[in-house]
T-cell receptor
Framework: EAGVTQFPSHSVIEKGQTVTLRCDPI?????LYWYRRVMGKEIKFLLH????????ESGMPNNRFLAERTGGTYSTLKVQPAELEDSGVYFC????????????FGNGTRLTVT | GDSVTQMEGPVTLSEEAFLTINCTYT??????LFWYVQYPGEGLQLLLK?????DKGSNKGFEATYRKETTSFHLEKGSVQVSDSAVYFC?????????????FGKGTKLTVNP
């Protein structure tokens, strides 16, 4: 079974540019999550999809961040325009339906905004 | 809101030393508690978990006991190996915002020297 995959693994962009991160969850997993770890701080929840619907986006920092999940398969997280404080590691995770289903994380995308 | 506080790192030990990483939490209700590990260049992996008070989670020689009276979930290993070098995250599952999601601590970097 393929795991959660994220693209790219690293991205370096200038302030004001746009970046799109992609996450491919494990096939069949309805639940998809985005988390972010800013340098030296906690990993923080951004949002949760159930299939193509946003179940909870309470962690999205501001309207420069846009997440989509087309057809309930892969998801993208776009940052436009990027700011210096957006630098960090963005993790995607997926799990099956069922309260005790384990959460599977991808390797993360390291975003550096200069 | 829910929060997790874990021991600040970095922690450096010699092989075969005893490891303790402290973790305390604040939460409403009765969350499940987790330890995740991130090895260099990899994503987050679930190390162990406990779903109710007095449960002990264990895996790969690591243990942690869910202590409701002290709101703690300290991670221990009797004899660490070089291969245990990684970042360890304590987390709890919360349901604020209508979605079950993880709340993480800041992470503790462990380096084990031969």
């Amino acid at each position: 079974e393929a795991g959660v995959t994220q693209f790219p693994s690293h991205s370096v962009i200038e302030k004001g540019q746009t970046v799109t991160l992609r996450c491919d969850p494990i096939s069949g997993h309805d639940n998809l999550y985005w988390y972010r770890r800013v340098m030296g701080k906690e990993i923080k929840f951004l949002l949760h999809f159930v299939k193509e619907s946003k179940q909870d986006e309470s962690g999205m920092p501001n309207n420069r961040f846009l997440a989509e999940r087309t057809g309930g398969t892969y998801s993208t997280l776009k940052v436009q325009p990027a700011e210096l404080e957006d630098s960090g590691v963005y993790f995607c995770a997926s799990r099956n339906t069922g309260r005790n289903s384990p959460l599977h994380f991808g390797n993360g995308t390291r975003l550096t905004v200069t | 809101g829910d929060s997790v506080t874990q021991m600040e790192g970095p922690v450096t030990l010699s092989e075969e030393a005893f490891l303790t990483i402290n973790c305390t939490y604040t939460a409403t209700g009765y969350p499940s508690l987790f330890w995740y590990v991130q090895y260099p260049g990899e994503g987050l992996q679930l190390l162990l978990k406990a779903t109710k008070a007095d449960d002990k989670g264990s895996n790969k020689g690591f243990e942690a006991t869910y202590r409701k009276e002290t709101t703690s979930f300290h991670l221990e290993k009797g004899s660490v190996q070089v291969s245990d070098s990684a970042v360890y995250f304590c987390a709890l599952s919360g349901t604020q915002g209508g979605s079950e999601k993880l709340v993480f601590g800041k992470g503790t970097k462990l380096t084990v020297n031969p």
